[in-house]
């Protein structure tokens, strides 16, 4: 099997604008995607909270994977045909993960508050760092990172179980959506592998949303705020990140995903008027080294590679 490091390290057809890659985006360098992805996804899930006592945990994810998913097959037109088995299992495998980690997700913030949630889900990511690893600094930036998030978290203990089980199961799927995201990225074109795994998310979920919220999901401020939460917290940041996926190797990536939790606490901050701890605010200074630390590695080990 293939590693993540492995599986990640991208083609020139993929990098090249001739590929089709949006310039806009790819202007940005993948640390810059990363990022921007992030600033998107948080901001979009504080709004995810505000709109849950209106459509429950469950239809909010469904509303937020059917919106992106038809966005993104108007937007993409992915071409159906010449691909082989293997894409099709790789994009099917992926819509999975993608759902899974919505769902467990919003689980998770339905019994839990939204910052030891995604201090919790950023685990999975900061666990594959370690696992696709292949230099000794990557440990240090990672453990680095770790404490930061357990600082920012703060009270883990006093969880409730069953919620924050969800946010480690959340965590698990994202670090198996990090590894898929890439290996769809160098099997589609574009966005195309990521519309069509959208889609496929959102027909395993949209059963669930109207069980759980039925006619609910048709009132027109439901349906409008749930299409900017999947504008916020889908379209834009997987694309974005499926963009840096091909040309950032999944260890950086999922050490630069420590900044989740402190981009959490910002969107906290202007949507939930949360306000920082002095705690917190160290816990934010630890991510944020051991984010730049890991992007230093990286940058060194390119130089090094074309050296």
Not at 129 to 141: D, K
Not at 213 to 242: F, I, M, N, Q, R
């Amino acid at each position: 099997m293939t590693s993540p490091e492995t599986a990640t390290t991208p083609s020139v057809a993929a990098a090249s604008p001739a590929s089709g890659t949006p310039g806009r985006f790819g202007s940005l360098g993948p640390v810059g995607l990363v990022f921007a992805g992030g600033i998107s996804v948080q901001f979009g899930g504080a709004l995810a909270v505000m709109l849950m006592p209106r459509a429950g945990a469950l239809g909010v994810v469904a509303l937020r994977l059917a919106v992106a998913a038809v966005v993104l097959l108007v937007v993409c037109r992915p071409r159906l045909r010449g691909h082989s088995r293997a894409d099709w299992g790789t994009v099917a495998v992926f819509g999975v993960t993608m759902a899974a980690m919505n769902g467990l997700f919003y689980q998770a913030v339905d019994r839990i508050p939204l910052g030891p949630a995604v201090t919790l889900e950023v685990l999975g990511p900061l666990a594959l760092s370690v696992l696709a690893s292949r230099r000794l600094i990557n440990l240090l930036w990672a453990g680095l990172a770790l404490a930061g998030v357990f600082l920012l978290g703060g009270g883990i203990g006093d969880l409730d179980p069953l919620g924050a089980a969800f946010a480690l199961g959340a965590g698990a799927m994202w670090a198996a959506y990090i590894v898929f995201s890439a290996r769809t990225g160098r099997r589609f074109p574009q966005a195309d592998g990521l519309a069509l795994a959208m889609a496929v998310g959102a027909v395993l979920f949209l059963p669930l949303g109207l069980a759980e919220s039925g006619d609910k999901l048709l009132d027109p401020v439901t349906l409008g705020l749930g299409a900017a939460v999947a504008l916020l917290s889908s379209v834009l940041p997987y694309t974005l990140e499926l963009l840096a996926l091909r040309r950032l190797p999944a260890s950086t990536f999922a050490v630069l995903m420590s900044l989740e939790p402190a981009i959490a606490a910002t969107a906290g901050f202007f949507l939930l008027d949360q306000s920082l701890t002095p705690t917190q605010a160290l816990a934010i200074t630890l991510v944020i080294v051991a984010s730049m630390g890991a992007v230093r590695t990286q940058v060194g080990r390119r130089k090094t590679a074309t050296a």
